[in-house]
């Protein structure tokens, strides 16, 4: 595959910026272009990298809330069903002895 150094593009100037560019030189033009799309790379870079790390901020405020309001909870209802059982193994326990020692 050739690799092209330079190709041609065809712009539309809006009509306030048509005397300034028609003013510039061929050099000058394509200095400006090329200055131009340079910046707005950098910019768009920079800004999606912005994004990005916003996003990956986020993402860790929603995992330290739910990590915040997961952990009690999951302990509360640990405890909960824990005491549950231990008295339902109580009730039980005295259901039998009361079947047994009744006879």
Same mark, same amino acid.
């Given at each position: ?28 033009? !394509? ?5 131009? #799309?340079?910046? =707005? ?6 800004? *999606?990298?912005?994004? @990005? ?25 640990? !405890? ?5 059982? #231990?008295?339902? =193994? ?6 039998? *002895?009361?079947?047994? @020692?009744?006879?």
């Amino acid at each position: 595959m050739v690799e092209q150094k330079s190709k041609k593009f065809v712009f539309n100037v809006d009509q306030e910026n048509v005397s300034f560019v028609e003013s510039l030189s061929y050099e000058q033009k !394509n200095e400006l272009i090329n200055k131009l #799309l340079t910046d =707005y790379q950098d910019f768009s870079a920079k800004e *999606e990298k912005g994004k @990005n790390l916003i996003a990956f901020f986020k993402k860790i405020v929603i995992f330290l809330f739910i990590a915040l309001i997961g952990t009690p909870l999951f302990i509360m209802s640990v !405890n909960f069903f824990f005491d549950h059982t #231990l008295n339902s =193994y109580s009730q039980m326990e005295r259901n039998f *002895e009361r079947l047994f @020692n009744g006879q």
